[in-house]
T-cell receptor, first 115, second 112 residues
Framework: KQEVTQIPAALSVPEGENLVLNCSFT??????LQWFRQDPGKGLTSLLL???SQREQTSGRLNASLDKSSGRSTLYIAASQPGDSATYLC??????????????WGLGTSLAVNP | KAGVTQTPRYLIKTRGQQVTLSCSPI?????VSWYQQTPGQGLQFLFE???????NKGNFPGRFSGRQFSNSRSEMNVSTLELGDSALYLC???????????FGQGTRLTVV
C-alpha cells in the first residue's frame, strides 16, 4: 500500500532563508508527483508536477526534485518570503488508469516565514 | 480560462440530513475527482468521474455518492449526515496529459 510522508510537519523560518521540504513515498511505481500549496481554509494551488521520467521541475523560486528509486521528493524554496507561509502538500498519482488512478497524499508541512 | 468552481463554499447541516455539493471543472476537462480533507486524516480520495461514468472509487461508505453531467459538472451527495462528515470537500479537475490536477476552493461542511 502506497504511503506518503512529509517531514517536517511544521517549520518556522526567518524571511530570506532557503529551505527544503521533504516528501517520501513507499512504492516507487508512481505515475507522477505533484506539490501543492494550501492557504488556511482554502483550496489547493498546484505548484509543480514531476512526471515519473523526470528528475526535477522549476518555477520561479521553487524547485522540486524526484528520486523514484529512493522514494523521495524535495521542494526547495529559495529566498523565502512571508507570503510563502502556507501548508505544502505532496501527492503521488499511482497510475493513469484503473483503480490506481487517484492521488495519495502526505499530511503536509505547515510553513511559517517570519518577517 | 476559468478555474474549478465549487459551490457552496460553506454549509452547516444537522445530523441525519443530506447534502449536495457541486463542482464545475475547467472548460475542456472531462475528469472530476472528489476528496475529503480532515485534520486527522488529511486528504482522502472519494471518487472520480469521467464522461459521466464513475471510473474509480475510494473507501467511503455508500452514503457518499456522486454523478457527472454531460457538461462535465459533477455533484457529490452525502446522505444521513454524521458528525464525522464535517470536513473540507475538494474537487479536482484533470485534463489530458500531463494529468495535472487543479483544485477548487472547496466546500466547508459542518455537521452539528
Amino acid at each position: 500500500k502506497q504511503e506518503v510522508t512529509q517531514i517536517p510537519a511544521a517549520l518556522s523560518v526567518p524571511e530570506g532563508e532557503n529551505l527544503v521540504l521533504n516528501c517520501s513515498f513507499t512504492d516507487s511505481a508512481i505515475y507522477n508527483l505533484q506539490w501543492f500549496r494550501q492557504d488556511p481554509g482554502k483550496g489547493l494551488t498546484s505548484l509543480l508536477l514531476i512526471q515519473s521520467s523526470q528528475r526535477e521541475q522549476t518555477s520561479g523560486r521553487l524547485n522540486a526534485s524526484l528520486d523514484k528509486s529512493s522514494g523521495r521528493s524535495t521542494l526547495y524554496i529559495a529566498a523565502s518570503q512571508p507570503g510563502d507561509s502556507a501548508t505544502y502538500l505532496c501527492a503521488v498519482l499511482l497510475s493513469n488508469a484503473g483503480n490506481n488512478r487517484k492521488l495519495i497524499w502526505g499530511l503536509g508541512t505547515s510553513l511559517a516565514v517570519n518577517p | 480560462k476559468a478555474g474549478v468552481t465549487q459551490t457552496p463554499r460553506y454549509l452547516i447541516k444537522t445530523r441525519g440530513q443530506q447534502v449536495t455539493l457541486s463542482c464545475s471543472p475547467i472548460s475542456g476537462h472531462r475528469s472530476v475527482s472528489w476528496y475529503q480533507q480532515t485534520p486527522g486524516q488529511g486528504l482522502q480520495f472519494l471518487f472520480e468521474y469521467f464522461s459521466e461514468t464513475q471510473r474509480n472509487k475510494g473507501n467511503f461508505p455508500g452514503r457518499f455518492s456522486g454523478r457527472q453531467f454531460s457538461n462535465s459538472r459533477s455533484e457529490m451527495n452525502v446522505s444521513t449526515l454524521e458528525l464525522g462528515d464535517s470536513a473540507l470537500y475538494l474537487c479536482a479537475s484533470t485534463g489530458p496529459k500531463p494529468t495535472e490536477a487543479f483544485f477548487g476552493q472547496g466546500t466547508r461542511l459542518t455537521v452539528v
